[in-house]
């Protein structure tokens, strides 16, 4: 691990950034308790953006360290991959990873309700991952007062410009994905996105219009419907989508727990994948794999974001300067079965 | 969390069980380094056999423990489904929980190879669920020395009497499945198990062998066939069955993972499932759903399973005595598409 650090920011530059005054700035650094929650949040926001390292309280030893996996929950297929990817990049790095799931304060029963920042930060947290969670204002600055950097993976709404996330390419994999339909000849290709308030659903849907536009493909905006990523919203999308009365030849479904949803609905409609329509998934999951037909679909890395997270977090111990606060992973589209040319 | 603990051993009583003098077990809880390996592996043993607590060490307060959960790997669905379970009960139970998977020696690259015992004690672990990996014996009298407790979550083989470990009832849902498929008319089941050498193997052989007799079915030995867990060896097996003179009509085959690998090989013969041959998997990860038809499988309680094993390590913990060293949850046959009446 390296040891070198990038020159610390005097009080004075923290202080310009947060538009307050250097004697506010030593308060919050002091830990008074008389400067306002507005204020403070405003110095702890210069402060991350700088990646302040406060002095004479040194990183714990390495061999001393926990970060955190934080996720939304850990059932599945994707929580299994990021923390399979971080597991490994730790123990690389030699620190240890703790995982909890992000609850909300009315979870607890038999113990009292606990905010997973309050959990961590009680045990004592050298640092921590989240996962399809978003960190609230609060949260984050919790986190900063106490000197626990964070790194968000896949973060669900644009991240604050100083929140370091790790993400995938969305816009590029749907390109990809929806031109591998436009090249076997379909023109009415349809889109089921991610609810239209998180990021990469936005991505995604905005990757789609890209490869239609430049196929000189217009968009049908009933051709685009929104679910929820699970696997009922996907059937009852795809439902609506063959409902039309000029249903769509082509699906890009942006998760593969919703393609699979949607395979429930082209089933139900007596229709065949790929013969009848084709389909196209996102994320690449191990059950795109045991579906039947295998199903064609866009990889996230999730295991390499997972570790790449990790990295990144522990430069953050280590005080380095990053050269990015926003990193992302290359998609790959996988070609499996469930994709045809259309029929004339 | 209960602070009532049984009475302490004596050192007299710990030395008549490990055949040795009092002075001797005096040294070894000293941690004085004249005693040999032998002697000190013995009254170890001894010292776990009482669940000895050493005087005058108390146990960390509950909000600084963390708990490890080490496995053989972090992908797929077993490991996520043991870690949910655990992870929920941890938090009920105000302990954290840190992942690792039990490298070999050489899997490291830039960092030092360490055994995943040094590797937790050097962070200080409060205690210790294992999950697919076997502890060598050396590894658990260094866990025993350093009074971390250990719980084992489906051992391999059969474990020494005083490793606490946390099953499922794999004889009774083999005798389940099994007959689930006589009741169909089966009188040809034949059964793909994993390396003899595995208690829960053996266990689930031992249930169908049950099944059959109480049918008054005769097992043909060239029925029985054993895997590797995995997906190719499932098929494998099941190609070996397929090829016989006079072919079964019915498979149990114990895991998931090789049921699936199992329908390849029917589908490779022009076979279909259910309508040629019935198929009962074992474990019901969530692929058992995806998959086309849906797996009849025997259901393992895997997140029940993740959060016993955490709370009886608690229980150890906190020095409490437990009822019985070996807990078995209770397996369930799900039944779904791949089961059908035997043809006449």
């Given at each position: 691990m390296t040891?070198?650090?990038p020159?610390?920011?005097?009080?004075?530059?923290?202080?310009?950034?947060?538009?307050?005054?250097?004697?506010t700035?030593?308060?919050?650094l002091?830990g008074?308790?008389?400067v306002?929650?507005?204020?403070?949040?405003?110095?702890d926001?210069?402060?991350?953006?700088?990646?302040?390292?406060r002095r004479?309280?040194?990183?714990?030893?390495?061999t001393?360290?926990?970060?955190?996996?934080?996720?939304?929950?850990l059932?599945?297929?994707?929580?299994?991959?990021?923390?399979?990817?971080?597991e490994?990049?730790?123990?690389?790095a030699g620190?240890?990873v703790?995982?909890?799931?992000?609850?909300s304060?009315?979870?607890?029963t038999?113990?009292?309700?606990?905010?997973?920042?309050d959990?961590?930060l009680e045990?004592g947290?050298?640092?921590?991952v989240l996962?399809?969670?978003?960190?609230?204002?609060d949260?984050?600055?919790?986190?900063?007062q106490?000197?626990v950097?964070?790194?968000v993976i896949?973060p669900?709404?644009?991240?604050?410009?100083?929140?370091?996330?790790?993400?995938?390419?969305?816009?590029?994999?749907?390109?990809e994905?929806?031109?591998?339909?436009?090249?076997?000849?379909?023109r009415?290709?349809?889109?089921v996105?991610g609810?239209p308030?998180?990021?990469?659903?936005?991505?995604r849907?905005?990757?789609?219009r890209?490869a239609?536009?430049?196929?000189g493909?217009e968009?049908?905006?009933?051709?685009?419907?929104?679910?929820?990523y699970?696997r009922?919203?996907?059937?009852?999308?795809?439902?609506?989508?063959l409902?039309?009365?000029?249903?769509?030849?082509?699906?890009?479904?942006c998760?593969?727990?919703?393609?699979?949803?949607?395979y429930?609905?082209?089933?139900?409609?007596?229709?065949?994948?790929?013969?009848?329509?084709?389909?196209?998934?996102f994320?690449d999951?191990?059950?795109?794999?045991?579906?039947?037909?295998?199903?064609t679909?866009?990889r996230?890395?999730?295991?390499?974001?997972?570790g790449?997270?990790?990295?990144?977090?522990?430069?953050?111990?280590?005080?380095e300067e990053?050269?990015s606060p926003?990193?992302e992973?290359?998609?790959?589209?996988v070609?499996?079965?469930?994709?045809?040319?259309?029929?004339?």
């Amino acid at each position: 691990m390296t040891e070198s650090r990038p020159p610390r920011p005097t009080l004075a530059q923290i202080a310009e950034l947060a538009g307050v005054s250097i004697s506010t700035v030593s308060k919050v650094l002091n830990g008074r308790d008389d400067v306002s929650r507005d204020t403070r949040a405003k110095v702890d926001t210069a402060l991350r953006q700088h990646h302040y390292v406060r002095r004479g309280t040194p990183a714990p030893e390495p061999t001393a360290r926990t970060v955190d996996l934080v996720l939304s929950g850990l059932d599945g297929s994707w929580p299994a991959s990021v923390a399979s990817g971080m597991e490994a990049a730790a123990y690389e790095a030699g620190v240890h990873v703790a995982i909890s799931v992000a609850r909300s304060s009315t979870a607890a029963t038999n113990h009292r309700a606990q905010d997973w920042v309050d959990r961590i930060l009680e045990r004592g947290s050298a640092g921590v991952v989240l996962g399809l969670i978003e960190p609230t204002r609060d949260q984050l600055g919790r986190l900063a007062q106490a000197r626990v950097p964070c790194v968000v993976i896949d973060p669900l709404s644009d991240p604050p410009p100083d929140v370091l996330s790790v993400g995938t390419t969305n816009w590029a994999g749907a390109y990809e994905a929806t031109s591998h339909l436009l090249r076997r000849g379909h023109r009415r290709v349809a889109l089921v996105t991610g609810p239209p308030q998180h990021l990469y659903s936005r991505a995604r849907l905005a990757g789609y219009r890209s490869a239609l536009a430049a196929a000189g493909v217009e968009v049908d905006p009933a051709e685009i419907r929104h679910g929820t990523y699970d696997r009922a919203s996907g059937a009852e999308q795809v439902r609506a989508l063959l409902a039309r009365p000029t249903p769509p030849t082509a699906l890009f479904i942006c998760s593969d727990h919703m393609a699979i949803g949607g395979y429930e609905a082209i089933a139900e409609a007596g229709l065949r994948v790929p013969e009848d329509i084709s389909v196209v998934g996102f994320d690449d999951l191990p059950e795109a794999r045991w579906v039947s037909p295998a199903l064609t679909t866009v990889r996230q890395p999730l295991k390499e974001m997972g570790g790449s997270a990790l990295r990144t977090l522990v430069r953050l111990m280590n005080g380095e300067e990053l050269e990015s606060p926003r990193v992302e992973l290359a998609t790959t589209l996988v070609v499996r079965n469930s994709t045809a040319q259309a029929s004339a």
